[in-house]
């Protein structure tokens, strides 16, 4: 008794040191988080859009040669007093678009907490509380299918510590948009197929949680349904194989509810998908079969750069050689037979074929059809970026393990050294300076802005694509008025503050005619002579004339 008693106190000593471990874990990669956040300086056009359909107010217009004041166009991006909490609104700016509203409700509610404020930190926020659970699930599907003893933890930490200190998935957290939340939903869904396969337990407690998780996740980004429909097809083969089919209609019948129900909230849904221009766009893609090969390179490409710091090649090579060696060797696992049936052919668990099933289909699919943005295309595979970190570690360790001799030191040492190797990658990585949507080279315009922000501003735009005037937002907030003006309008400017300052900024559009208006602006106003470029921005050039 007393020897049992000692070897509970261990175990309990020992659950809590790895709890431990986690929790500073987590810690430190919030603080780094925290870290890039403070570091990010400007803003995607996508990332403006997310505040100004959440938080829109009257609308924003081009109005060629006229004044528009800072709260006219600010106000368009923050929750105004007395407008807080309006989900209505949300919801009909997000169905004239292509997006699920989900995401924006949640992005509503922050920026309605602290009306007024347009600030990256509430964006970035909302983010954060998305990362802390996927986390925790990423973690807890590592430990449900490697085993809940020290093999289980180590390889749930590694899995982790990859995963949550990657350039892709930093990156993920400072893009104000959807895809951290929509990351939390893919993973939530795996964790309830994998718990359920291994505690063999299908009812309602498993029923219900799913289907909640399709309702929610279709509602923040429609690609759910490509992860969901692969792990949940290779879950129906494995309930067939296992003659459950009263579980496999519930299950089937459950997702269906949750689908339509979502659809019924949301009818919009089926517009942006088959009819709408990305709806359209990803089913053209996905029929020319020419680019396959391209598409599948490209992301790839991103994963091996940005998620293991070009080692893939590597890692695959000594995947597969130690499983030939282990083949070769007749060191294969023989076939158990598991209650739960979680083995398959005596060598892989079936959870491990849900996964991989759910996330090659996932990977083809989105491929296929996601917009080629270079790095920043990393968001659309960003959800299965921890599951595919698993199964590359997991494949790495299974057969490396059996090659060992047993013993605890043994498995520390092997333990030590993959850390070692992870936290070398992800080292590259940020070193290199693969964290991306932080812009930082626009921390020198912002400042030469700040401190020029009273001298009267000119934004010559492209009338063919007016809207783009707002990817400017964070800038043109600084001043206390801009002036408008179409490149296509070639009449003479004859506005008094213009033609009269000693001193002038233009923005001027990526357009052929932009030299042409810089020129008229020096004819108009006798006082200046010279222009110069102060900053290069996306489609613009900041000039200042004197």
């Not at 996905?286 to 090969?293: E, K, Q, R, V, W």
Request: aromatic content about 16%.
């Amino acid at each position: 008794m007393e020897k049992q008693n000692i070897l509970k106190d261990a175990e309990k000593r020992k659950r809590l040191l790895w709890g431990g471990a986690f929790l500073l874990l987590l810690l430190l990669q919030l603080l780094l988080l925290i870290y890039y956040g403070s570091r990010k300086s400007g803003f995607h056009e996508d990332e403006f859009y997310s505040y100004y359909s959440t938080n829109k107010t009257a609308g924003l217009f081009v109005n060629d040669r006229e004044w528009i004041d800072k709260d006219s166009y600010r106000n368009e991006f923050v929750v105004l007093p007395g407008e807080q909490f309006r989900y209505g609104i949300v919801k009909q700016m997000q169905s004239w678009d292509v997006h699920p509203p989900l995401y924006y409700y949640i992005l509503h509610t922050v920026c309605s907490l602290f009306p007024g404020v347009f600030s990256k930190w509430l964006g970035i926020a909302v983010n954060l509380t998305a990362f802390v659970p996927c986390f925790f699930l990423l973690a807890g599907i590592v430990y449900e299918i490697a085993g809940k003893g020290e093999k289980g933890v180590r390889l749930a930490f590694l899995t982790c510590l990859l995963w949550g200190g990657s350039a892709a998935v930093i990156s993920g957290v400072m893009f104000i948009r959807m895809y951290q939340w929509m990351t939390l939903f893919v993973l939530l869904c795996a964790w309830l197929h994998v718990r359920a396969v291994r505690k063999q337990k299908f009812g309602l407690p498993f029923l219900i949680p799913v289907g909640v998780t399709v309702f929610l996740g279709f509602l923040t980004q429609y690609f759910y349904m490509v992860f969901h429909f692969f792990l949940g097809a290779a879950f129906c083969v494995y309930l067939l194989s296992r003659k459950k089919i009263r579980v496999l209609l519930s299950y089937c019948a459950a997702c269906v509810l949750a689908f339509g129900l979502a659809v019924l909230y949301y009818p919009a849904s089926m517009s942006h998908i088959f009819r709408g221009y990305r709806g359209t766009e990803a089913m053209d893609e996905f029929a020319d079969t020419g680019n396959t090969l391209e598409r599948l390179q490209f992301f790839t490409e991103l994963f091996d750069k940005y998620e293991v710091a070009g080692c893939l090649a590597v890692i695959l090579l000594v995947i597969c050689l130690l499983w030939v060696t282990r083949s070769c060797l007749g060191r294969r696992e023989k076939l158990v037979d598991h209650p739960a049936g979680r083995r398959v052919s005596g060598r892989l668990p079936v959870e491990i074929w849900l996964l991989v099933s759910a996330c090659a289909g996932y990977f083809f699919i989105v491929a296929k059809t996601a917009l080629l943005l270079g790095e920043t295309s990393n968001r659309y595979m960003l959800p299965i970026y921890g599951l595919l970190l698993f199964l590359l570690l997991y494949f790495l360790t299974e057969p490396l393990s059996g090659f060992l001799p047993e013993g605890k030191k043994t498995g520390w040492i092997l333990f030590c050294v993959l850390c070692a190797g992870v936290l070398l990658m992800n080292g590259i990585s940020l070193k290199a300076g693969r964290v991306f949507f932080l812009y930082e080279e626009e921390r020198a315009a912002m400042a030469f802005v700040r401190e020029n922000k009273d001298v009267p501003v000119i934004v010559f735009y492209n009338s063919a694509s007016e809207s783009n005037v707002w990817r400017l937002s964070d800038e043109l907030m600084e001043y206390p008025e801009i002036y408008l003006a179409s490149e296509d309008n070639m009449d003479e400017l004859t506005d008094e503050t213009l033609n009269t300052s000693d001193r002038v900024l233009a923005y001027v559009a990526d357009h052929e005619s932009g030299t042409a208006c810089l020129d008229r602006l020096l004819e108009s106003n006798a006082k200046l002579t010279e222009y110069r470029l102060i900053a290069e921005k996306g489609l613009w050039k900041l000039y200042e004339l004197r």
